[in-house]
């Protein structure tokens, strides 16, 4: 009360009452029963109610039914224990209208005769109120449509910290399992795009800027890829925070909007694959076509030979009567047979031609391996895939390739399904050596004898029984594709149990670019 004192003496009473009465606030005074005693001018602004219209009434005037009787009675209990009560309330003005106002009511005590007096003091705050439920409601709209959205989408802040996703993207991050799905985006997107995409880098993300589009792959905890079409913008928003009022300042965000296409990668893959076959067994049905009449010339060749050497001997002892006539039927069988083997390789069918294009061998060799996957999973067999993760390209012929490659395979998956041996395993490496990638099949099956290592390359030479499509020429043509590359293929004398077979492919000398395993699969 002492401060009170000193300040009437400083300033005139008066000067205290034109400062409550001037207030934008609206201020009323009232006894222990909410008689009003006093309102100021803002009061009679707010309220509607002119001076004479409240003095001696009971604040109840502006008391709506929308409020419920629960907030009074608090308010109540508030007041009778001389606490001051702050809350909101709905008011109704003299001419019936209803605002919202921000009430706060303070026990004051008469210093002269202890008598209890309260002061109110309140705002309309439909407005603003209004403003805060339509902000929730347009979050809330906000939240909703990106909650129904069919990507992931993901709003990153200049720390790189996810302040707003969506469900699709939790979904995401359950799926993936290892760690924020949106940096790894953000780490694979810099990497394939060259672009810095970080707003807290300067000139790191312009607003306005992004990628539209842009399929990126990511492994999943059990190491199965998953594919994602990624879209970044980058946007600005201005600081709302008190520091910012006389200093606007602007906060960068990335959204990132991430699609699923696992599934059409995976369809696209396959028609991709079912086309490749398409070719192999063409370009195989083509091959078997050559072999067979190859393999007719070569055995037809030895009776005419015979036929030739036995009729030059008759001609040499210049036979007469029966075996001059002899030796004119054997010129005759002999011409014939000739004719025929003429006529056999005029037959023959052109080997298939294709040009040379630039090739990933991890992908090639991933491909042939999806081609084969049905046998391989039919023989229970192992794979054991071990590419090196970066290789440059060579050039050479895809179709011959692939083929060269799906024979050493198959030959790697029939040598197992011969064996008994339960160690069931196909390996598969690549690697490379100065100027030269190297490949590797190496399978756990029967394996071929030391001594047939390098009859195994002659043509029409087999270890398998007759039939079954063997006629021997599977490792002389895949040979020959090597040869055709500036190649080689051998067998490795060393490898036991089983056989391992080394191919070796020149690198490309006119790229010097380098070819990623990742891209190699899936590519
Ligand atoms: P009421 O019958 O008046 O009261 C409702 C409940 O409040 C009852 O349950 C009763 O127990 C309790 N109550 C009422 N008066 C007393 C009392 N004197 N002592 C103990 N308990 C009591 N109300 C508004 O709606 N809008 C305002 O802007 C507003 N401003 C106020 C400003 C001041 C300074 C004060 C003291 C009160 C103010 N009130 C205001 C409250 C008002 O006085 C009424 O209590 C309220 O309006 C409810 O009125 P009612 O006629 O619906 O019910």
Known sequence: MAKLEKMTKRFPTGVFLAAVEQSSVAISITDAEAKILYVNAAFCEVTGYGLDETLGRNESILSDKHTPPQVYREMWSSLVARRPWSGRLVNRRKDGTRYLADLTISPVTDVADGSLYFLGMHRDVTALHRLVRELRNQKLLVETVVDSAPMALALLDTEQRVVLDNLEYKNMAADLGDGEPALRVLEALRASSGMVLDPSAPAGCSPGEGLTGREIELKRADGSSRWYACSVRCFEEEDASADAFFDPQAKSFLLLAMNDITQARRQQEQERLNALRAVLAESERLQQLREAIAGAIFQMQIPLNLIGA?????????????????????????????????????????????????????????????????????????????????????????????????????????????????????????????GTLIVSISDSGTGIPHELRRKVFEPFFTTRRAGGGHVGMGLTLAQDVAMGHGGWLEIDDEYAPGCRVWVGLPVSTTSAETVLEQEGETS
């Open 310 to 434: 036995a009729s030059a001997m008759l001609a040499r002892q210049q036979a007469g009567g029966d075996l001059q006539a002899l030796n004119g039927v054997l010129t005759q069988a002999m011409q014939t047979g000739q004719a025929a083997l003429d006529t056999l390789r005029q037959g023959m069918p052109e080997a298939m031609s294709e040009d040379e294009s630039m090739l990933n061998l991890n992908m090639l060799l991933r491909e042939v391996l999806a081609l084969l996957t049905e046998s391989i999973l039919a023989e229970g067999i192992v794979v054991d895939w071990q590419p090196a993760y970066a290789l440059p390209p060579i050039r050479g012929r895809a179709t011959q390739l692939r083929q060269m490659f799906k024979q050493l395979m198959q030959n790697a998956i029939d040598a197992l399904r011969q064996s008994r041996s339960p160690l069931r395993e196909l390996r598969v490496t690549s690697e490379r050596k100065d």
